[in-house]
Structure formats: C-alpha cells, structure tokens
C-alpha cells in the first residue's frame, strides 16, 4: 500500500473529492483525520473508513478561525504522534458578478479558500520540519489559472493558494518537504446538481475528453502527491481538467 502507516489531515473531508480522496487514502494504509465543520457528513466519512478497517477519526474545525486550525493540527499530532499528509481541500463558493457581489460573500471565500489553507499549513509546517519531511497538497481550481465569470473572490482566493504554493515549495522544500498543488476543473460533485442540464452540456463540449471527472479521478493525483512515487515533485502545478485549457 502506497500510504502505508502515514497520518494524513485532510480538511473539507466530509463529502465530493475530499470525502473520496479519505476513502482512498485509507484503503491505501493511511490513518486519516476527517477534519470538517459538518458534524454529520464527517463522521460518516470517518465511519465509512473505521467499518471498512481502516482508521479514520473526524475532528469538527472551522479552518478559516486560526486558533481552530492549529487546535485540529494539534488534535492530529497528539492522537498519531506525527502527520505525514496535509491536504488543503476545504473550500467555498459564494458565486456573484463584480456589481453585485457583496463584501461578505466576497470575505467569506477568503477566509475559508485562502486564510484557511494557510492557517492550516502554517500549523503543520513545525511539525513537518521536526519529522524531516512531509506532503503538503493545495487545492486550487482551473479559474484560479484562467479565471471565470462570476467568481470573483472565487477565482481570488484560488489564484493565491497557487501563489502561496510557490513560496512554501521554495521555503520548505529545503526541509524535505513538499509543496504541490492541483488545479482541478469540472467535476461531477454537489456543485454541479444545481447547474441546468444546458448549462452541462455547454461545459461538456468545451472537454476534450468529453466528460466531467468524477472525484476518483482527483483524489488519484493526490495520492501520487501523497505518495513517495512524487517526492522530487515540489512547486508544480498540476491541471486535472480532461485538457479543457488546451
């Protein structure tokens, strides 16, 4: 098993790619934490894990408040005594054009998006330093590359988890630590059930392959980021997108 024994801390965990990705990881040795500020959805990640005999604990955080970020970290490091994985997987969507977004809506996505995944980075990068290594894998988006209509502290937030993926490639690459982060594009996730099937089938047609991903397909690529078969992999930006931005 490609994780064998590895602590992984995977917020945003309680459904869509993240709720795929804990199931993967465990299958693949794992210990996952199932860190979400959903009680119900990450406990039943967490139990989905536990009933297929891996080991999955879920811890309730809001990663956007930092004192609740390092307080998950903190949890993870004191139960397993180590944390080999963090992916920053959270995130939200308050979607509105520039006229009409609000200044909440807009602070909302930046301090889940962004805040959040340096909150919680900047809390398991000591820990990850003490080790001599660890995975670090960012969750960031195709618009957060090309940009989209409508999205504007969307497409903020995610353009800066890749910036900041940069500069902790290069600060914390020379600690034996790996920094990536993934650019996925469109997935058929809970996000999508709301979009009219015309609406669809336009995104469709704009896929080379022809379809959206299904989660699996990201929560592979992760593994890889995951895994020892990428630990020369630091500060690169991977699209998982079926070639859409071709």
Not at 79 to 103: H, P, Q, W
């Amino acid at each position: 098993m490609r994780l064998s024994e590895r602590v992984a801390l995977i917020t945003g965990a309680g459904q869509g790619i993240g709720k795929d990705t804990a199931l993967l990881f465990a299958r693949e040795g794992a210990k996952v934490v199932v860190a979400d500020l959903n009680e119900t959805t990450g406990s039943e990640t967490a139990n989905e894990i536990t009933e297929s005999g891996g080991t999955g604990v879920f811890i309730k955080a809001n990663i956007a408040k930092q004192a609740d970020a390092k307080r998950l970290v903190e949890e993870t490091k004191k139960r397993f005594g180590r944390i080999d994985v963090l992916l920053n997987n959270a995130g939200i969507m308050r979607d509105a054009t520039l006229l009409k977004m609000t200044e909440e809506s807009f602070d909302q996505v930046i301090e889940v998006n962004l805040k959040g995944t340096f909150n919680c980075t900047q809390a398991v990068a000591p820990i990850m330093i003490e080790q001599g290594k660890g995975k670090i894998i960012n969750v960031s988006s195709i618009v957060g590359l090309y940009g989209n209509f409508g999205q504007t502290n969307y497409v903020a937030s995610k353009a800066g988890i890749v910036g900041m993926t940069k500069v902790w490639a290069r600060e914390l690459g020379r600690k034996n630590i790996c920094v990536n982060v993934v650019c996925p594009g469109f997935i058929e996730t809970e996000m999508l059930q709301s979009v009219p099937e015309k609406i669809l089938q336009m995104m469709r047609e704009k896929v080379p392959l022809g379809r959206f991903a299904q989660p699996l397909d990201v929560a592979k690529v992760y593994l890889f980021l995951a895994s020892d078969d990428s630990n020369y992999v630091n500060g690169a930006v991977i699209s998982v997108d079926g070639g859409v931005v071709v």
